[in-house]
């Protein structure tokens, strides 16, 4: 192999992304970049020169690890396409900012998991020049700003398609582009298009940005946009999967492809033996509501071409309680035949919910999980490897029943390095250092008013006695982002921020501005526990305390979404959750109790470490068969994507 071909190599691995779950494929492009993977590698290959590719030519282990992956790229099966998965949202990598938060951090694993499984999975989404923003603090406040790109700068390749959705006096022409997670396709619909208006071309410009119209339209772009796409390339696709309702407008598409021969009552009938739905939230607000006088001209775009009456259109999204709102999730479970919540508590909740509106009350189940590969530390991983065996990433019972080989001495070995990790990180990015000594308390996720990130501020004492407490150190490190028209969010944002710059936190509280995945990842190898204080039932899932659970972090939360299910009362905590109907009673009662844990674990930590590290690998034993995406994915081939093709034949 020459300088040529290793370039080319170079660029095919890039392009799989499956250097996000690979830290020897990330070791081979870091070394091209001096040292650091702070960039898509499609960029590092670009720029490598030929005396840095002619070095890696005579480096004997990148050498074998390129053709080693290689081998696997050119040995995987050519799988036929037959489910699609359509997501607003795709947390692939930090240097792929095309995510929010949860929901596109999970389709990203779910993407992962079935590339492993070589699952007949496709993937539909849009791509976002300014993705979502980049967080600074100023003055106090969060700060958002939006660093443009390209799709080509982010692993995109051109397919070459361009498709059409019809809107209100015009179509809107979108291109198609191409990017491979593993081996699993994930299509990026972009309407940045001379063909376009001005305004057109910006229904992609930003993730979850714009006002209602704004919002329409890329759901629109999205569901429709979307079915067209995965035609154009050809994949005879059976099965689609509806994450929220967002893409909730592919029914449109479907019914546009049968409605002529069949009339609009049997091509509802026809496409509903493929369509399955997932509801993530149990919260109402969170479920997209359109206003009838801005849905209806869209609505009848489709309505005069097909000839049918508007009103039997609405219908399909008709809110069952909000008279003129369009009820996105509602039209989900109107016209799917399958759907389930992301976890045992959050199926509950859905059936109470939707109860009566379409296939509400038949809402199953399936919890959420974690792409293991992707979120276990390198240190873990090599040491889980090891002593457990591959198997461990696919949660595998067998593996991890093996963790009683993990000594005292090894347990604390990994967690020593990744407490380090997580340390320099803080000192890095604000300045702030944190005692070897003390408990880390780690605290991610979006700035959302039911999530509590202010919880303990009900307890401002006894929180700053704690944090005062040198024969017992404690750290909190707290992270996240506020959406940006969220005002109550980003209030509560900023009340973290002051008291972690207020000489009452006794720089023992800290705040890591622009949360992402990196910062993630070392927050979940670095935290000792994982705090987690949401009003019950309003998590739907959560997936941030299984990552710290795989990493060796303890959970200790409100028994809500995953931790409801998996709690057995020795594999982390459980803040006992009030009963009051009052929220200021309840929050005043769930501060007092989550500090009573919080003093229980400090004892533990500092007094008993032998209990303590036991109580690890206990966790590991109990948690790690259940919360990777492996077992997430599987349980949907097996109890949603199997059935449905079945159907759809």
């Known amino acids: 192999m020459d300088s040529i071909a290793l370039r080319d190599a170079l660029t095919r691995l890039a392009l799989s992304h499956r250097w996000t779950w690979s830290p020897e494929l990330r070791r081979v492009f870091a070394s091209l970049d001096g040292g650091e993977l702070n960039r898509h590698p499609i960029a590092i290959v670009g720029d490598a020169t030929t005396d840095a590719l002619d070095v890696a030519l005579g480096d004997t282990e990148i050498m074998e690890l390129v053709s080693s992956a290689i081998e696997h790229l050119d ?194 009938q ?81 059936r109470k919910l939707f109860a009566g509106v379409g296939i509400g009350d038949e809402i199953g189940h399936i919890t959420n999980g974690v792409h293991a590969r992707t979120w276990v530390s390198e240190d873990n991983q090599a040491v889980f490897d090891r002593v457990l065996g591959s198997g461990w990433s696919e949660g595998s019972v067998q593996s991890w029943n093996k963790v009683d080989a993990l000594t005292d001495a090894a347990v604390g070995a990994l967690r020593h390095i990744g407490s380090l990790r997580l340390s320099q990180m803080v000192q890095d990015a604000v300045g702030a250092r944190i005692n070897p000594e003390a ?46 028209a969220d005002v109550p969010g980003k209030a509560l944002l900023a009340k973290v921020v002051e008291f972690a710059n207020s000489e009452e936190s006794n720089g023992r509280f800290t705040f890591v501005p622009d949360y992402g995945i990196d910062i993630a990842r070392h927050m979940y190898e670095g935290s000792d526990v994982w705090l987690n204080t949401p009003v019950r039932p309003r998590e739907a899932s959560g997936t941030s305390g299984e990552k710290a659970a795989l990493n060796g972090g303890l959970n200790c939360s409100i028994l809500d979404g995953w931790w409801a299910e998996m709690f057995d009362g020795q594999n982390g905590w459980a803040i006992p959750a009030s009963e009051a109907e009052d929220p200021l009673v309840r929050d005043a009662a769930e501060a007092a109790a989550t500090l009573d844990v919080l003093d229980a674990i400090l004892a533990e930590y500092h007094d008993s470490p032998v209990e303590f590290v036991g109580r690890i690998r206990h966790a590991w034993r109990t948690l790690g068969p259940q919360v990777t995406a492996a077992r997430m994915v599987s349980d949907y081939r097996d109890e949603i994507y199997g059935p449905a093709l079945q159907r759809a034949i």
Do not use: C
Not at 86 to 94: A, K, M, T
Not at 439 to 463: H, I, M, Q, S, W
């Open 75 to 268: 040995g995987a099966d050519e799988v036929t396409r037959t489910i699609a998965y359509f997501s607003p949202e795709f947390g692939v990598s930090g240097v792929i900012p095309q995510f929010s938060g949860g929901l596109g951090i999970l389709a990203g694993d779910h993407l992962k998991a079935a590339s492993d499984l070589n699952l007949p999975l496709a993937a539909v989404g849009l791509f976002y020049h300014e993705g979502f923003f980049r967080q600074s603090i100023e003055d106090g406040v969060q700060a958002e700003r939006y660093p443009a790109m390209t799709a080509e700068e982010i692993g995109a390749v051109d397919t070459g398609h361009v498709v059409q959705v019809p809107m209100p006096e015009r179509d809107v022409h979108a291109r198609v582009w191409r990017m491979d997670i593993g081996s699993t396709p994930l299509l990026l619909l972009d309407t940045d298009l001379a063909a376009n208006s001005a305004a057109d071309r910006k229904i992609t410009n930003r993730l979850y940005g714009g006002d209602r119209r704004h919002r329409l339209e890329q759901e629109l772009l999205l569901g429709v946009g979307g079915v067209r796409a995965l035609r154009a390339v050809g994949w005879p696709i059976s099965v689609y999967h509806l994450n929220e309702g967002h893409a909730g407008f592919l029914v449109l598409a479907l019914i546009d492809e049968t409605i002529e021969d069949e009339g609009l009552a049997v091509a509802l």
């Open 439 to 484: 408990l880390v308390v780690g605290f991610a996720r979006r700035f959302a008013t039911y999530k509590r990130a202010t919880l303990l501020f009900n307890e401002l004492d006894r929180l700053q006695a704690m944090l005062n407490d040198d024969d017992r150190p404690i750290h909190f490190v707290f992270a996240g982002k506020a959406h940006p």
């Open 270 to 350: 026809s496409i509903k033996k493929g369509l399955v739905f997932t509801t993530h939230t149990p919260v109402p607000a969170g479920i997209d509501r359109f206003d009838r006088s801005l849905i209806t001209p869209y609505l009848e775009v489709w309505s005069e071409r097909w000839d049918v009456d508007l009103a039997d259109l609405w219908e399909l999204g008709a809110d069952p309680e909000r008279v003129g709102k369009f009820n996105m999730a509602a039209m989900g479970l109107r016209t799917a035949s399958a759907a389930n919540g992301v976890s045992k508590l959050h199926g509950e909740v859905s």
